[in-house]
């Protein structure tokens, strides 16, 4: 691969990143005014208010930059390209298209998990650094979180593995077949509740719960910085819904596949998406307590009958 090919396509997972999360967000806006019976931003730029993504952006450009005098410099200055780098790295590693992916590296599944596991690190680092009460218990809550969902995530993942007989996320395509939306089920449902976990999302948002801890690890930050933060909870979304469509979904499979693999990747991921714009607008917060034993008593037990079941199907089917 040159080194003109390895830019052009280091560009375009980077535009991907950009673009797909600020739709994304407006979609979530528009899904949940809709919702909820309420107008919402409508007017801005005339055609559904498509303007109001530029409005928010001028905003947080001109909001004051402030770092607390307590603060970690360094670390706090940091925090918010520790969230939203590792999921510019894993839009880079998921092929859309047959033979169309950023990077093509072995392995590529186990790589994705590895680098969204980093990036839930950020609120983490935020709340450590941010010399905030609300922003430490926050982190804690963040920490305690990653460690209980993490665990299923990777479970639920490893049984499509198991069952693909690859850690290629293209092979997991071709080898992908309708009948896994049957047999694979359960580990679906887990690793959509998982990853909603992951990204700290309604219904599992108890370490921003600004009823209880002000913004959680995000208290003390303002303009661009908070930006990246919302802007990586997006690419979060965009990720998990591009992972979900590809291992579960049958990526690019489809009427078409070799001319329009790229648009049923793209609608499937969209569907996951949705889904998880559905579940903030329709349950509410999970207590910390109640988000734990979600996680223990019901996922990981879950995850795991599923990997037996998964090692079953394949030495039958073996």
């Known amino acids: 691969m040159s080194l003109l090919e390895i830019t052009l396509r280091s560009l375009a ?14 979609t979530e806006h528009k899904v949940m005014a809709h919702m909820q019976g309420r107008l919402g931003p409508m007017y801005a730029g005339g055609f559904h208010g498509w303007a ?7 905003k947080f450009v001109q909001k004051e930059d402030i770092t607390p005098a307590a603060a970690d410099q360094r670390i706090f200055r940091l925090a918010p390209a520790i969230a939203l780098i590792p999921y510019v790295v894993a839009m880079a590693l998921l092929p859309i298209h047959p033979g169309v992916v950023a990077a093509e590296v072995p392995a590529s599944l186990l790589l994705v998990l590895a680098v969204i596991g980093v990036g839930v690190l950020g609120t983490l680092v935020a709340g450590w650094a941010s010399a905030n009460k609300y922003a430490l218990i926050g982190g804690m809550r963040a920490a305690a979180q990653l460690l209980a969902y993490e665990l299923p995530l990777v479970l639920s993942v490893a049984s499509i593995a198991m069952a693909a007989g690859t850690l290629s996320l293209a092979a997991v395509v071709e080898a992908w077949s309708p009948w896994w939306l049957l047999w694979q089920l359960p580990g679906g449902i887990v690793f959509v509740v998982a990853a909603t976990a992951e990204l700290q999302r309604p219904p599992f948002d108890a370490p921003i719960a600004d009823s209880e801890v002000v913004m959680g690890p995000l208290t003390e930050y303002t303009g661009l910085r908070f930006a990246f933060f919302m802007l990586a909870e997006y690419a ?5 819904g591009l992972l979900f469509g590809i291992l579960w979904l049958g990526g690019w ?5 070799e001319h329009l693999g790229w648009l049923w990747t793209l609608l499937k991921g969209s569907l996951v998406v949705l889904l998880i714009i559905w579940m903030r607008v329709s349950w509410p917060r999970l207590r910390e307590d109640q988000l734990q034993r979600l996680a223990w008593t019901v996922l990981v037990p879950l995850a795991l009958a599923q990997i037996a079941l998964t090692a079953v199907g394949v030495v039958i089917v073996g």
């Open 253 to 257: 499979q489809g009427p078409l596949a």
């Open 13 to 26: 997972a980077l535009a991907a990143v950009l673009v797909l999360p600020l739709v994304a967000g407006q």
């Open 52 to 58: 109001q993504l530029v409005a928010d952006g001028v």
């Open 236 to 240: 979060g979304m965009v990720v998990m």
